[in-house]
């Protein structure tokens, strides 16, 4: 286990006197009413794999747009986006922070075969930066993936897959490359 796994498995996660923590209680509250109705665990799977795939799709949507439009920063939006997601996903994979059905022992609404690389959530960061994009190039489109994120980041850690340390910072390092994207290429 490395440095990154003990604070979070022993610090950040561990339960004290002065603060209430993410335990196995919380997510047996938030996942009970899906779990009592499988239409609802149906409903979490698909919206899960529709939000996932609508961020998927405005992005080359996004580098059309911005072909057609002759936008001078399309090779930004292009190349900086792909670099900001490998070095996030290398960050995952040397932090290798467990999922919560691991830490817990719980069944996830969400099938996942894979161990750790739960922090940050790379679904949310993904689709939290694609907006950010459309939101300095066509506003409502923007608003409307961010708000797809909100419901993403919701859905992830409802279904067990994530905690909500990983889909807030997975949003926050989204805005934040979206952001520098897009000051990147204004220069």
């Not at 003990?6 to 938030?30: E, V």
């Not at 994009?133 to 489109?141: I, K, N, Q, R, S």
Request: charged letters at 10%; glycine letters at 6%; a positive charge.
């Amino acid at each position: 286990m490395n440095i990154f796994q003990q604070y979070i498995i022993n610090g950040y996660l561990s339960c004290t006197s002065r603060r209430k923590c993410m335990n196995s209680d919380f997510y047996a509250k938030i996942m009970r009413p899906f779990q009592t109705h499988p239409g609802y665990i149906s409903i979490i799977n698909v919206l899960n794999r529709i939000l996932t795939l609508a961020g998927f799709l405005f992005y080359p949507a996004l580098l059309v747009w911005m072909a057609v439009m002759l936008d001078k920063r399309f090779f930004a939006f292009l190349f900086l986006p792909a670099f900001f997601f490998l070095a996030m996903s290398r960050i995952r994979k040397l932090i290798n922070s467990p999922r919560p059905y691991e830490v817990y022992d719980i069944q996830p609404l969400i099938a996942r075969d894979g161990h750790g690389q739960s922090f940050p959530s790379r679904h949310v960061f993904s689709i939290f930066l694609i907006g950010t994009l459309w939101c300095g190039t066509l506003m409502p489109a923007g608003i409307f993936l961010l708000s797809c994120g909100i419901l993403l980041a919701m859905i992830r850690v409802i279904a067990g897959v994530h905690f909500p340390k990983d889909v807030l910072c997975g949003a926050a390092l989204g805005i934040f490359c979206g952001a520098l994207t897009l000051f990147i290429s204004a220069l």
